[in-house]
């Protein structure tokens, strides 16, 4: 039999959307803490943009009574791979349509999961012009490193809570073209969560299982730094100035990540990444399934203290019983 | 106009052959110092593994009487893609044919680029398989962290020396589909160096202009840590034991990565690849060109000392202009 | 009334002994992960040092059928403080006599603490002298770097646990000069540790209470990195080979240490110590004390995962409810 | 013969004052990128500290028509070992004067040393008291770190150039308690430098020849870190914004301190030192003594880029033949 030749049409995640019940804060905090760049505003959202991040914003921060994601997008490899995953996506029997306007990028195919999560899939894009003042000496990078916080580099993935892993799963697989790097399964048959990537890296989306009942929810949003070191900087400056922080930094076994897990004011879960992890080049890769049997000793956390029962029910928006969880381990913020 | 797709036909560099006039100690070397598995050896040659390559080897040590480099191999991204990139070569009109028995692939097409370079490019690969004690605990980890030095994790890139890097690149990438990142561009017209890649790293192979007539030569073999902290212990390990450093810990602008170049025992140069760099994921990218006027102030050093002038004539096999500038730069080895 | 001058009789920490029920596979590891020195060794001990510690040893190796501490050895500033301490320590009361031959140092006053911790306060010192293969190229390094495991570069501190904090640290701080630096004291009267020091370091011994009556055991010992990716890189080790992590990488608030802390073959906790933490100029410093209010928020730890229950109960020589609580915690070693 | 007991009178250098002909670059750069609190000002000078910094303050900057070095500040280890001390100063025949009224501390003992740098010795001092939003969550943290650029930690030392290295040195040894714990001596009599504590650390001041001919000058100041990764990070962040980086991230054998060199807007050459570098405890400690065999070598730099000609010439105030190698060596500042 022949062997099924990966599909290369999405080129990277783009921009995500978070919402947040306390927008000054929230755009204070990534700002300040985070370095990152808000490039433009409106009434209802502020822009933002990792300082090597190349296009207009990768994270567009949008007032709401709730914490939670919005729109997720991704760029497509090229136009005709767009036409390519659209008639996909059509034939999959998910909603979809085509949608202008959106700020940062042109025409789009918005199109929802089996869960809900609504998502973007564009060729157009806008790219980031910095000015004489903002331009780097550093060619590659996009603008020049900020003064302010530990600033991030760029967005890395989005981990979302859905109701069912391995239905969800699949079709970003056979509608995207994603391959599911890792998975935890339990009992041989409960998938719990999973990390599908369309690149080398292990994610550009995670799926967590939401136990909650209520689905279509957001995880954690991540970015990166790749260095060890500005892991215990930003963690130092988010434990002087009472950020909640929930977890790391410590190491995953799962992509090999090392993490750090706090709540931005508006309740999101942000995590930040200060590893390379591994990257994946090998066309035939496996996924690697964690079980009941190494996730709690190796997979979970290998290096590092423990993954709190939070991080297994809190997400956003929040639910009640997750909201209990994540108050009773609130820290008292310091003035 | 339309865009042209990319070609996504190459996956990874897989294996790098270097020959060594000093065989024992070169082996010794990547052994105890980087922590490498010899996996195999014949008469003639090791098979040395870092403890994240996947595969059968990664580097093949081959006993000659002088350094250099040997067969640089590539795993197609398919079976077909193996096929339409073959037809390509053929198509270019640079000689090739179909070999058999390499050790740790199969059938292979051995093609040579217009600087005489000789690769392989295969689809079937054996894989490496731990035995109980080498397994790791880390279920996306090849193999255990080894004792011994500070370990590399992966080979990452090969550097060659070329006589055009112009009609040598163009090569690699209309037969191949690399993608040009960064090059170096002096006079508006001398191109002396770029830096190509199939994946989202900025290289998978880089060029430099070979300025002695040789050409066909080597100009270092990376590999990776991705981590900035293990690149000051194997430089103080090499400064102990008396190799010969020639640059860094120092960060390159071009590729962002955090770099040490040093001469093993044989006189191949290594780069150990000590940053994560950045990553590529612009469908669109524009080749970043560096220029006289940047070169030397941020592109060759972002951060830490210069380049020496060696970095721009040694190579392997030696010749002797290049030679003697080696020499001058030699220090003295500790007993 | 006049500032009481304080007292610099005492240079260092010198020497620790430690006792293990598992010599051979203690010593294997010291050797292997923390690439210690093997110095000497007769029928029940073995000498070891780090790279950079100067005498003829920092810690010995003795066999035992209990897991534990034996002497602990501190070298004074002088001959002449040498006969002050005594002096001071005879007159307190608390038994003490010279001795000799013991192997590294010469005569020696020995003492015990309240608690029966022995202890030996001596000039005369045996410097370790390297032979021209051990001789580093560093002027300041007593020896070169080792090529195994993580290497520790020298002794930094030992933890005892005592029945009684107050009335063993009033004994170190009246007969030796010692400095309480930190301590911990819930409901304004208990107090739990402290940390205790005649230099700019925070500690070099510090003591835990020991609630399980027995008292006169070992907390931890402690050697020193100074560099926080090593502890990283020694704890993936640690990871891989099956060695029991009790807590860390993370950072201390008291301290500011950057920590990690796992058993030993023989049951002994060993503390890496990865961080500078912050060194004490100020001659009027005063005792910076956590009660319950933030010793669990901040002081215990200040980055990172929580201290297990363990790190409280568990010393050695174990005491049976200790055991059990390390038991559960163990993990399964790795073949 | 008896062992000649050492001097522990002086604890710790507490301040040291610089001049600037640029007063407002200077100050915004070491607010911006050093993190520095400006803790007072007055019409001629702002009084600033890193944030672990415990007095007043820990530089003093000052307008002036010319870079260099002001008053080098001493706290006393108590109020006897200050007349101790002021005895011996008055016993050597150096001129000094007992001072009043200097913010920060109070009566001084202000004296010049052979080349004529000014020092002050005190033991009465103002001890920064943060507001209830500087306080910092860690208690032995003297104020919350600071948001802006990579924060220092403390003052470290300070680096004179002066016109005679042993004769000065022998002065800070006699009269102070100075030891000398390394020094640089060619051609087997000619000291070029010597690094001086009082305490464990490997100096406190250090002294550095004029070959000028002017003498009394400022080679550097320098702020601690002792984080290898932060060095990186304000690396960048100098490279971006276009400050003159003459040297490092790199290590220095002498010291074993992780280094970077650059100018400040002033012109002063300041110091950041991102390792921990070694301890020394041993009281009988033999000056390491580096030579022509092995300065160039191991010890000015032992991993990383050479140290430039620069640096054996330039200090500030600057005279002509330092300031066109200077100029020599400027880049062009960034936008």
Redesign the interface.
Known sequence: M??Q??I?DV??LAMVEIFTPKYEESLNFFE??LGMYKQAEDGKSAYLRAY?D?YHHSMKLTRSDKAGVGVISW???????LERRVAAIAASGQPGRWVEGHKGYGRAYEFTTPDGHVNHLFWDVEYFKPT??QR??????AQ??P???VPV?RLDHVNIMVSDVTKNATFMQETLGFQKR?NVVFGGKDELACWLSV????HEIAMTKDNSGHGNRLHHLAFWY?????M??I???L????LH?E?????H????G?FIYFYEPGGNRIELFG??G??I???EWKT?T?DET?FW???GV?????LPQDFFVYGTPIVEAAAEAARAAE??P??
């Open positions: 022949t062997f030749e990966p290369h080129a990277q300040t803490f090597e190349r760029r497509a490899m090229s136009p005709q791979a004489e003042a780097s000496r550093l060619l590659s990078r020049k490193r003064l302010s916080g580099r890792e690149s080398p890296l292990v790749g260095s060890q070191g500005q215990l900087d963690a130092d400056l434990k002087e100035y009472g922080i977890a790391g930094p410590a190491k076994g799962i992509s090999q090392y590893d390379c591994y990257l080049f090998d066309p690697v964690w190494n000793s190796e997979g290998w290096i590092g203290g423990d820290v008292e310091a003035e």
